[in-house]
């Protein structure tokens, strides 16, 4: 993976992860303008999750069976079609179809991802999975500050035609990645999707998959529930302006891209530890959000930078302990991450309701204390999954 190749993946996985999150910013005016009432705006974005929970389980996995830059292309152009089908949706059941589809193949992250950790040395896989997993953050929170802008000027609607012509655009270029070696005994599709709930009760899997897990949740507790305080008293902020802390938690999380490195020298196992605690920590400050911006932004920060650290870690851990089956784990260990997103961003607005913004800030440290507890008892860091017989460990660093 040279520097054209590693921009080219960080660039497909951000625009592909930004056609399931860029919506959030403009679910009023969208609902709005397909009839879509205020108590069902939530199924808009529950179309593209769904969409893309069923892509892990279904369509990543064929990656450990046919011709990954061939799927990402097929993925891509497939990503563009939902997209466009979006954008020109006349109704709401027409904006729900083309958001589901554009959901199901962006999991064309997964492969893309799985493919970086197989083209890569091994001394270079962390490099390469931080700097392509940073492409993911972009989607995830630029995305959200660009739509906010475009939709100011054009209309919900240009958010999903940009989408569907850069996913469009991008399609014939992942032809450019460098090809996998060859993998003459691959598993049959049917015999690798039966194998897969086998994943979950494996220890390594399945302790990563918790961190994971928990992770997300923290995450998601934080980036699902923080516009409520804001858009209220006293501040009320507006969407675009909320939509600018985005640029906080990018800054953070493309800082922690050097996760990887650390990965390759062998201080996996350490930084996670470090990068949980932190994640911690953050929620002291985040929790100061009704009486301090500066503090907000600050904690907004180390979180995004923990939770890339960790989530880099995971990735590189997982793909050296399972080379042969990469798309699988991935595509599995991102469930977690779909599950615990989705936990946070439901518990915090039932909390907020109840408890305010305190309510949710102990409840994102509730769940980072949660990870911190998998990582230190479990310690999937040190577990190891099955090696291929005959063949040397694939990774030199200790996975962490």
Not at 225 to 245: H, K, N, S, V, W
Request: charged share 10%; with cysteine.
């Amino acid at each position: 993976m040279n520097r054209w190749a590693r921009l080219l993946a960080a660039v497909v996985c951000g625009v592909a992860v930004a056609s399931v999150y860029a919506g959030q910013p403009v679910l009023e005016p969208m609902g709005r303008d397909l009839g879509v009432p205020a108590d069902a705006l939530g199924g808009l974005v529950a179309a593209g999750q769904l969409g893309y929970l069923a892509g892990l389980v279904l369509l990543v996995p064929l990656g450990d069976v046919l011709d990954r830059r061939r799927l990402i292309a097929a993925h891509l152009a497939l990503v563009a079609a939902g997209s466009a089908l979006t954008a020109a949706a006349p109704d709401a059941p027409a904006a729900f179809a083309g958001l589901a589809v554009a959901g199901l193949f962006a999991v064309v992250v997964q492969t893309t991802v799985a493919h970086t950790a197989a083209v890569s040395p091994d001394a270079e896989r962390g490099r390469d999975l931080g700097a392509v997993t940073s492409g993911v953050v972009i989607g995830i929170l630029g995305g959200r500050v660009a739509a906010g802008a475009l939709a100011d000027v054009w209309g919900w609607r240009s958010v999903y035609l940009a989408l569907a012509v850069l996913a469009a655009a991008l399609a014939p270029l992942a032809f450019a990645l460098p090809p996998a070696p060859a993998r003459p005994d691959a598993p049959r599709y049917g015999r690798l999707l039966r194998s897969f709930g086998g994943l979950f009760v494996q220890p390594p899997f399945l302790g990563r998959g918790l961190v994971a897990f928990f992770l997300f949740a923290s995450f998601g507790t934080l980036w699902s529930g923080m516009a409520l305080p804001l858009a209220g008293p006293p501040r009320y902020l507006d969407e675009t302006q909320i939509g600018l802390f985005g640029l906080a938690g990018l800054a953070g999380a493309l800082g922690a891209a050097r996760a990887g490195r650390w990965a390759d020298a062998g201080h996996a196992r350490r930084v996670t530890g470090l990068a949980l605690a932190l994640l911690l920590a953050s929620w002291a400050a985040i929790g100061q959000l009704p009486w301090s911006l500066p503090l907000l932004v600050a904690g907004v920060i180390v979180l995004d930078f923990a939770v890339q650290a960790v989530h880099v870690s995971n990735q590189h851990a997982l793909t050296a302990a399972y080379p042969d089956r990469a798309g699988s784990v991935i595509g599995g260990y991102m469930v977690f991450y779909s599950l615990g997103s989705a936990l946070g961003a439901a518990a915090t607005a039932a909390l907020y309701d109840a408890a305010g913004w305190t309510g949710s800030a102990v409840l994102g440290a509730a769940f980072a204390l949660c990870a911190l507890a998998v990582r230190t008892i479990g310690d999937p860091a040190t577990a190891r999954g099955p090696r291929p017989s005959g063949r040397p460990a694939p990774c030199r660093s200790t996975p962490g």
